[in-house]
């Protein structure tokens, strides 16, 4: 008998629970759900298996846990063997694990020009594009600043001059400021979705981003 996506979050969601339970940086169990619905949301319009893209959802920050916990960069590769336990749980098949850990493996591969992000599987590409579109809106902007706070990032820092020329690098734990991390990756998120239906919610939550933005850099600067 063929468990569904529900069955199979069910069996992971304690273990989930208790990583997760006590991140404060905007990687909590609520972003992981959310993660879930905005990919269930894009595979129902772009395809691409269910269950590898759900469970993938669940489990692609646990890097961020791990992050926390040794106190520098970890990368998504890294966390791999921690995620395959917890999948070793469920009688997943082995070529379903695979393809759930290869998504969570390159689910930041921020590297915009790099030809081998166009090669990646669907289910990737969907993991990446849900995972972006909670960075950024109203709820990114929360997730921003919650993270920024605990990690001591200011709001804005007017000596650094603001740009998005640069190539976002996520082994770079901080920008000058929150602000200045919209301006070097989160702004560029959108035009860089790998499915249609990501890059026009993606649109609609830069440009409420960038109003906030301006506004928030305005009254800091007191032009009124």
Known sequence: ????????????????????????????????????????????REGGDEIIIGISAFLHDVHRIMQGQLGKYVSPKESLPTIKKMLNKTDLSKEQKSEILYCIEFHEAYNWNDPENKKRSLEAKILQDADNLDAMGAIGIVRSFSYGVVHNIPWYDSSTPLSEANDFDESIEKDASTIHHFYHKLFKLAEYMNTKTARKLGKKKVKFMKEFARELISELESKF
């Open 1 to 44: 008998m063929n468990k569904t996506l529900e069955t199979y979050i069910e069996i992971l969601k304690p273990e989930v629970d208790k990583l997760f339970g006590n991140d404060k940086s905007g990687h909590d169990t609520t972003h992981l759900t959310r993660t879930l619905n905005l990919a269930l949301y894009l595979q129902k």
